[in-house]
């Protein structure tokens, strides 16, 4: 990124044919040989990934999708919203709790323009519940001469089961199974930049990459260079856990307990609070979030922070939000608790935590 933002790059030049380039060139490769897909594109994010993709292939036609999978993201990013800004109709299927393969093959009409599997990131159906899974999507599409599109949301790449993390679907699984189209953020799970890749058949891509409205969406050279040096790490699935921030913090447990973090520091910002404050380290659990892994959260230590009233507890986490370096607690059963999986400098945190009383006056 420092490389490129400093300096003039060859972001849509060809370098050997001496001619305009495209500047999907510099991320496609990479992205295809770790999901083995024919082409990719990569937009602003994921929501543009989706709005292109239904635009490029859907407008003025119909998409069913299951009513278990019509998300709502935080910020108010709906799947009903962007398909009818995408030009498309919406032609829900099924019920919020169960939709049939029946339910999708009632829906294909001439009208309809492909099929839709939206992951749902942020939220789990549970009890008497069915939902089609991939290839008899697939396999319903195709008979039909139709692309599978799968929204996956978040961006797996690899298995983090095997972090002993909860299991997100994998991106290459959704292409094993037979989708046409994937679209996922690259900032999620991914660990990248905010973006969004569109991976899958060329046809397709060749479409999408041509689409007018591809330009208002499309990534910059510092993104695109972020982008592929995160990828370039996921090409040795060994250094990850080590190299990835995000994945440096998600599988933080076992170091948090080795380290103690919580027996030396609490006595440390106790030492900085006034009294009738105090800190004791305690058990917690991290929630995950960011539109992924919404019902499991994994578990960590945080310091724990009590006071005499919980107005008291509101003006102290007010007054660490206002430190020099943020620090963002969450108030919990009538305590402020610091999460410790994510403090990365131990030492900037105390002598931070030394300007929280006069704050606090
Ligand atoms: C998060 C998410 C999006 C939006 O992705 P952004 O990169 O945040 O724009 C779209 N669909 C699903 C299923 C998601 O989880």
Redesign the pocket.
């Known amino acids: 990124m420092n490389q490129v933002a400093s300096m003039p790059t060859n972001l849509e030049y060809d370098l050997q044919s001496g001619t305009r380039g495209e500047r999907d060139d510099h991320a496609e490769q990479l992205i295809c040989e770790l999901l083995g897909t024919e082409a990719a594109t990569v937009v602003n994010?994921?929501?543009?990934?989706?709005l292109l993709v239904l635009n490029t292939l859907a407008q003025g036609l119909e998409i069913p999708v299951s009513r278990g999978e019509l998300?709502e993201?935080g910020?108010s990013?709906r799947?009903p919203d962007i398909m009818e800004k995408s030009g498309c109709k919406l032609v829900e299927v099924g019920t919020t709790n169960r939709t049939h393969l029946k339910d999708y093959l009632n829906a294909v009409k001439n009208s309809t323009a492909l099929i839709l599997k939206?992951?749902?990131?942020?939220y789990s159906i549970e009890g008497f519940t069915s939902a089609v899974g991939e290839p008899d999507l697939a396999t319903l599409a195709h008979e039909h001469n139709l692309p599978l599109v799968v929204?996956?949301?978040?961006g797996n790449l690899i298995d983090f089961s095997c972090y002993g993390l909860p299991e997100e679907p994998v991106i290459t699984s959704a292409i094993r199974n037979g989708a046409d189209i994937v679209?996922f953020?690259?900032?999620?799970l991914l660990g990248g930049p905010?973006?969004?890749i569109i991976a899958g058949r060329r046809d397709l891509i060749d479409r999408i990459r041509s689409n007018p409205l591809r330009r208002a969406l499309r990534s910059d050279k510092l993104t695109l260079a972020a982008l592929s040096e995160v990828l370039k790490i996921y090409r040795k699935p060994e250094t990850l856990a080590r190299e990835l921030p995000t994945l440096q913090y998600l599988t933080k447990e076992q170091s948090l307990r080795s380290l103690n973090k919580q027996y030396f520091l609490a006595p440390q910002l106790a030492g900085c609070l006034p009294d009738g404050f105090t800190v004791e380290p305690q058990p917690c659990l991290s929630q995950i979030g960011s539109?992924?892994m919404p019902v499991q959260n994994i578990p960590s230590y945080a310091l724990a922070i009590t006071a005499i009233t919980d107005a008291d507890l509101r003006r102290l986490s007010e007054a660490m939000r206002r430190l020099p370096c943020p620090v963002l607690g969450r108030l919990h059963e009538g305590k402020l608790l610091l999460d410790l999986r994510c403090l990365d400098d131990d030492e900037k945190f105390i002598e931070q935590a030394r300007h929280l009383e006069p704050l606090l006056l």
Not at 151 to 154: E, H, N, P
């Open positions: 994010n994921n929501a543009a990934a989706l998300v993201i910020g990013f799947i939206v992951h749902t990131s942020n929204d996956l949301g978040s679209t953020s690259g900032d999620k905010q973006s969004g539109g992924a």
